[in-house]
């Protein structure tokens, strides 16, 4: 059973950066897509940024140009490096594991003040 664990979140001002890391239990060697989701109070869960097996990359508009995802395979790990925090990225960041059904890690709150 895959299981995913988040941390690295925290308080940050507006402007500041943060980096989300993802530990995996299991390889994500044959994991073909791995991403982040995020969840503001209120509002529905929301794609932020995914990376295949290959290295491709993919991002929501909002998060485009200021937040990096990677991942290491020998480590099973995924990371987001997020830069330039915007007090609209405050949300709970989500680690998703793309298989069917979707697995879940138990989130890490971002909170950026203005």
């Known amino acids: 059973q895959v299981q995913l664990v988040e941390s690295g979140g925290g308080l940050v001002q507006a402007g500041g950066s943060l980096r989300l890391s993802c530990a995996v239990s299991?390889?994500?060697?044959?994991?073909?897509?791995m991403g982040w989701h995020r969840q503001a109070p209120g509002k529905q869960r929301e794609f932020v940024a995914l990376?295949?097996?290959?290295?491709?990359?993919n991002y929501a508009d909002s998060v485009e140009g200021r937040f990096t995802i990677s991942r290491d395979n020998a480590k099973n790990a995924v990371y987001l490096q997020m830069n330039s925090l915007k007090p609209e990225d405050t949300a709970k960041y989500y680690c998703a594991h793309y298989s069917s059904p979707m697995i879940w890690g138990q989130g890490t709150l971002v909170t950026v003040s203005s």
């Open positions: 990376i295949t097996v290959g290295g491709s990359t």
């Open positions: 299991g390889s994500i060697v044959g994991v073909n897509v």
